[in-house]
């Protein structure tokens, strides 16, 4: 099976910064795309950032400019850099990951959510 471990959530002023980090084990072959998608109270998840091996990248426009993916494939591990954070970046963020996975196959794994709140 694999596993995702998020970290870096927290509680952070409008304008301020926080770097998640998401790091992926298990039995795993290869992580193709890897991404981070966010759920605020009472609304649908969606995609933040995501990120495929070869390093090509794509976010959503509420985030564009102010967010960076990036990912270490040695590592295994996605990151996501926030700055100039927002009140309405306030949620809670996932990692996501599509893998293949030694004995079963493609799977599209989950972390268990970090969350990031943003107030003054």
């Known amino acids: 099976q694999v596993q995702l471990v998020e970290s870096g959530g927290g509680l952070v002023q409008p304008g301020g910064s926080l770097r998640l980090s998401c790091a992926a084990s298990?039995?795993?072959?290869?992580?193709?795309?890897m991404g981070w998608y966010r759920q605020a109270p009472g609304k649908q998840r969606e995609l933040v950032a995501g990120i495929t091996s070869g390093g090509s990248t794509n976010y959503a426009d509420s985030v564009k400019g102010r967010f960076t993916i990036s990912r270490d494939n040695a590592k295994n591990t996605v990151y996501l850099q926030m700055n100039s954070l927002k009140f309405e970046d306030t949620a809670a963020y996932y990692c996501n990951a599509d893998a293949i996975v030694y004995g079963l196959g493609y799977k599209v794994c989950w972390g268990q959510g970090t969350q990031v709140t943003v107030s003054s």
């Open positions: 298990g039995s795993i072959f290869s992580i193709n795309r």
